[in-house]
T-cell receptor, first 113, second 112 residues
Framework: GQQLNQSPQSMFIQEGEDVSMNCTSS?????WLWYKQDPGEGPVLLIA?????ELTSNGRLTAQFGITRKDSFLNISASIPSDVGIYFC?????????????FGEGTQLTVNP | NAGVTQTPKFQVLKTGQSMTLQCAQD?????MYWYRQDPGMGLRLIYY???????DKGEVPNGYNVSRLNKREFSLRLESAAPSQTSVYFC???????????FGPGTRLLVL
């Protein structure tokens, strides 16, 4: 089946630093999504990307849909303590109802004040 | 709107016991999903329901059954729990044709 490789697995940074994480796949996806999971909670959608080459921002977050449709990255600028959590990428093939998401393994982000 | 709700939040079972995890959404979504999350493995799809009355297997369906009771509710049943089913279970839902999935808070299951 499809697999997503997400890196890095974990990051320890100082408050104010920028963060970058990425996902690569052996398969093409039509949609890339980035989720954040706080401890004890379910994942929450941060950014959705629907077109190859698309660059989308949401506040301090910026994500891009790779031109090859096999990769995506997420940047967080000027990190703050509440950015702590696990970040997941997810790829989706189709647009029909019930189309499955394939998730990366997650990047655990720790921000030191 | 409560979004996606799940019950129970926590459960401890003995090997061989059965239980049903409940999920409900109040967003009028057509599609619903069950995932399990294990350390270092991200989320893996167990079963999904594209619309009321239909269910399909995901990546890891063995040992589970599901029921799409109506448009709002999608339950996951473990007939004979095994320690390998110790995990955090998430339910999600999405609107047909617009596949942003919204997740519930999760059920933490420990099988002894």
């Amino acid at each position: 089946g499809q697999q997503l490789n997400q890196s890095p697995q974990s990051m320890f940074i100082q408050e104010g630093e920028d963060v970058s994480m990425n996902c690569t796949s052996s398969s093409i996806f039509n949609t890339w999504l980035w989720y954040k999971q706080d401890p004890g909670e379910g994942p929450v959608l941060l950014i959705a990307l629907y077109k190859a080459g698309e660059l989308t921002s949401n506040g301090r977050l910026t994500a891009q849909f790779g031109i090859t449709r096999k990769d995506s990255f997420l940047n967080i600028s000027a990190s703050i303590p509440s950015d702590v959590g696990i970040y997941f990428c997810a790829g989706q093939l189709g647009e029909t109802s019930g189309s499955r998401l394939t998730f990366g393994e997650g990047t655990q982000l720790t921000v030191n004040p | 709107n409560a979004g996606v709700t799940q019950t129970p939040k926590f459960q401890v079972l003995k090997t061989g016991q059965s239980m049903t995890l409940q999920c409900a959404q109040d967003m009028n979504h057509n599609s619903m999903y069950w995932y399990r999350q294990d350390p270092g493995m991200g989320l893996r799809l167990i079963y999904y329901s594209a619309s009321e009355g239909t269910t399909d297997k995901g990546e890891v369906p063995n040992g589970y059954n599901v029921s799409r009771l109506n448009k709002r509710e999608f339950s996951l049943r473990l007939e004979s729990a095994a320690p390998s089913q110790t995990s955090v279970y998430f339910c999600a839902s999405s609107v047909s044709g617009k596949e942003t999935q919204y997740f519930g808070p999760g059920t933490r299951l420990l099988v002894l």
